[in-house]
């Protein structure tokens, strides 16, 4: 009876979010603002300013969204931004939600199919990740080509629980989940920009979190082919391909993962809040230029 009970709970908390919650929470922001956004960017730890060049700007506090949860961590805003880059509709969220914070995978992505409701059609993920590849330097830009789900493995899946066919189908396929396209895009984009000297691709890995890998830990990823590692995005991505939408995604390399025993340094928050700030403008450059150049394809 006790096991019975504990997977009916773990059951429920999957499935946390009923359509009228999500159509609840669109109509709402439909109707508090005239924006109607083709692209979502997500911003990761220290990169709100990813929306500082949004103009003809309407902020709403996380807090004030109905059903929308909160961030609870240092250099995540926790605000959702609409407006305008060179008259293209998008909408910003300055900070995203974990796994490690306590919520659920279906408020984790909940924001997602809000988007999918309001129209939108392309997804840009952004995080700061450890890097694992040992040509990665501090402040390097990651396009990612591709993921490993670590939580996914172990159950910790957004997709359980009953499949709502208005979304997607029961199953996604995810060989593609980047976009090829946005991905080449991208990398012609840095090669003008004069960026290619830190912009690299590869595979992201997530991890729950919050506390940062061990070496041994650190050494396992490596071995299976990950170039870096954080603890979001993946979620996020996985709901959006669920959903039908484009995705591209980057992560700011804003420390070396431990692979040595006999490394004295230790990783902190505040050592990925600072690389991040320092790169911030940079990255804000490449994807305002990406967006621009989806503008124009749709055109």
Same mark, same amino acid.
Do not use: W
């Given at each position: 009876m006790c096991y019975l009970e504990g997977y009916s709970r773990l059951y429920l908390n999957s499935n946390c979010c009923s359509f009228e919650d999500y159509k609840l929470t669109t109509e709402w922001l439909l109707n508090q603002t005239s924006h109607r956004p083709k692209i979502a960017v997500i911003c990761g730890s220290g990169l709100g300013l990813l929306a500082q060049s949004v103009v003809n700007r309407q902020t709403f506090h996380y807090q004030d969204i109905p059903n929308f949860p909160v961030s609870t961590v240092p250099g995540h805003e926790g605000c959702l931004v609409f407006g305008t880059i060179k008259n293209q509709a998008c909408v910003f969220m300055q900070g995203r939600f974990h796994?490690?914070?306590?919520?659920?995978?279906?408020?984790?992505?909940?924001?997602? &199919? +809000?988007?999918?409701?309001? $129209?939108?059609?392309?997804?840009?993920?952004?995080?700061?990740?450890?890097?694992?590849?040992?040509?990665?330097?501090?402040?390097?830009?990651?396009?990612?080509?591709?993921? +490993?789900?670590?939580?996914?493995?172990? $159950?910790?899946?957004?997709?359980?629980?009953?499949?709502?066919? &208005?979304?997607?189908?029961?199953?996604?396929?995810?060989s593609d989940a980047y976009s090829k396209d946005l991905r080449r895009l991208a990398l012609d +984009?840095?090669?003008?920009?004069?960026?290619?000297?830190?912009?690299?691709?590869?595979?992201?890995?997530?991890?729950?979190?919050?506390?940062?890998?061990?070496?041994?830990?650190? &050494?396992?990823?490596?071995i299976l082919g990950c170039d870096a590692v954080g603890m979001s995005t993946v979620p996020e991505v996985t709901v959006a391909k669920h959903c039908g939408l484009q995705v591209f995604g980057l992560s700011l390399i804003t420390n070396k993962v431990s692979l040595d025993y006999s490394r004295e340094e230790k990783v902190n928050h505040e050592e990925v809040l600072l690389t991040s700030k320092m790169r911030a403008e940079m990255l804000q450059k490449l994807v305002d230029t990406l967006i621009v150049h989806c503008n124009l394809q749709d055109q």
């Open positions: 796994l490690y914070e306590g919520y659920s995978l279906c408020k984790v992505t909940f924001p997602v &199919r +809000i988007f999918k409701l309001m $129209g939108v059609e392309t997804l840009v993920v952004t995080n700061a990740s450890g890097g694992l590849c040992p040509d990665f330097k501090v402040g390097d830009i990651m396009v990612i080509k591709d993921h +490993i789900n670590l939580p996914g493995f172990a $159950g910790q899946h957004p997709l359980c629980g009953p499949n709502d066919e &208005r979304f997607g189908i029961r199953f996604p396929c995810m +984009i840095s090669s003008n920009l004069g960026y290619s000297d830190f912009v690299r691709e590869g595979v992201y890995c997530m991890v729950s979190g919050p506390n940062f890998e061990t070496i041994a830990e650190a &050494r396992m990823l490596q």
